[in-house]
């Protein structure tokens, strides 16, 4: 069944090994972004990338997933070993996303977590990827380890409502400022959440941390990559982005003053704008 919402549907697709819920927009235009959302309590592809699928989709064909072991995609029955095995089934699903739509090539969107798919997309499926944003990337050697990071990653010690709004509120510059947009999405962020599946998954993939890619692997990637980062951002810090700078050898960085974690939803048009022009040759 298809749920229309303006100019964004959203369906359950089945492959070999993954239901994958997924939202697209701009389905007919000739080249595809795919949107790799981030990790957090309840979070959803969609609250990722809501905008962005709205915008983009004007001119682009928008694939916007739940990753497997998030919201309304399918999760593993018994969790998995470290961070590497999830890592590895995100990538295999992917593909047979991509496969399964008929999408031989894709430009990429990362955030946080997503940017960590992305590179590892670029490292085992080259062919498959046109350019690449990465959007507060973390994972690096250098990438300094933040005390709200931490306690995102301590929220089903006691969850509540009031709790995950203060960790959203961390993730962001102004947080007066961003208040209506962290009030929208409490509830639904909050019941998805609590439910068990996704409370089992979080578990399992915060278990171990993730190992970085190495150096001789991002040296040898050939893709054109944009890295962007919020100069304030507490939860994945701009050193990480430095980093990729220094080690991809076809990079270019953008970062945004005043501005935290979530980069496309504190600066939606201007975020919107820029990643529209990236993909067009335009920058």
């Known amino acids: 069944m298809v ?43 969609i609250a990722n990338w809501h905008a962005a699928l709205t915008d983009a989709g004007e ?22 070993k470290n961070r590497q095995q999830w890592m590895d089934q995100w990538v295999k699903q992917i593909i047979q996303l991509l496969d399964h739509l008929g999408v031989e090539k894709a430009h990429l969107v990362g955030n946080s977590l997503g940017c960590s798919v992305a590179l590892e997309l670029l490292i085992e ?27 995102a990653k301590n929220f089903y010690d006691n969850p509540s409502k009031k709790k995950l709004q203060q960790i959203m ?11 209506p947009t962290i009030e929208a999405v409490t509830d639904s962020r909050y019941e998805n959440a609590m439910r068990p599946e996704v409370r089992r998954s979080n578990d399992s993939i915060f278990s171990t941390v993730a ?9 040898r990637i050939e893709n054109e ?3 962007v980062h919020g100069l304030n951002d507490k939860v994945c810090s701009i050193e990480s982005s430095y980093y990729l700078l220094e ?32 993909f067009s040759n335009k920058l």
Not at 135 to 144: A, F, I, L
Not at 169 to 179: I, N, R, T
Not at 253 to 276: A, P, S
């Open 169 to 179: 509120s961390w993730f962001v510059y102004d947080a007066e400022k961003m208040w």
């Open 225 to 227: 990559v944009l890295l």
């Open 59 to 80: 001119t682009f064909h928008c694939l916007a997933p739940d990753l497997y072991g998030f919201a309304n995609s399918s999760h593993p029955d018994e969790p998995l």
């Open 211 to 219: 190992v970085p890619v190495p150096t001789v692997a991002l040296n």
């Open 3 to 45: 749920n229309v919402t303006s100019q964004i549907t959203s369906e359950l697709i089945k492959t070999e090994d993954f239901e994958t819920f997924l939202n697209r927009s701009g389905e007919g235009n000739e080249e595809t972004i795919l949107f790799l959302h981030g990790s957090g309590p309840g979070v959803t592809s």
């Open 247 to 278: 080690h991809l050898k076809n990079a270019h960085l953008h970062v945004f003053g005043q501005c935290g974690h979530w980069t496309q939803l504190e600066e939606k048009d201007r975020f919107n704008h820029l990643i529209q022009e990236f």
């Open 125 to 151: 499926y080259p062919e498959r990827v046109n350019k690449v944003v990465l959007m507060g990337p973390g994972g690096t050697p250098n990438t300094k380890i933040s005390y709200e990071l931490a306690r």
